[in-house]
């Protein structure tokens, strides 16, 4: 069975920090792309980050300079640290392991977890 759970969401303010965390189970977690995606209300999801086998990054725009996206194959876990948040920042985040390269998403997500940047 394959699982990809999500931790680190939360409340925080304007300029705060999150660290979110995808743990990956029933996997070859070292050979596969893996993502971070977000959805805001009445917004299309998208992808924010996303990390290689041999650790490669990508970034979308909006989230350069102030997001990282980091794995550890021995923990078989993906995370996305998350500084100087805005309120745009603002959706439910998902993780997304895909066993190509490729522009879509895999087949695997995790639950979401939401994120709220508020004062």
């Known amino acids: 069975q394959v699982q990809l759970v999500e931790s680190g969401g939360g409340l925080v303010q304007p300029g705060g920090s999150l660290r979110l965390s995808c743990a990956a189970s029933?996997?070859?977690?070292?050979?596969?792309?893996m993502g971070w995606y977000r959805q805001a209300p009445g917004k299309q999801r998208e992808l924010v980050a996303s990390i290689t086998r041999d650790s490669s990054t990508n970034y979308a725009d909006s989230v350069k300079g102030r997001f990282t996206i980091s794995r550890d194959n021995a923990k078989n876990t993906v995370y996305l640290q998350m500084n100087s948040l805005k309120p745009e920042d603002t959706a439910v985040y998902y993780c997304?392991?895909?066993?190509?390269?490729?522009?879509?998403?895999?087949?695997?997500w995790g639950q979401g977890t939401q994120v709220t940047v508020s004062s």
């Open positions: 997304n392991a895909n066993r190509w390269f490729s522009s879509r998403p895999g087949d695997y």
């Open positions: 029933g996997i070859s977690f070292s050979i596969y792309y």
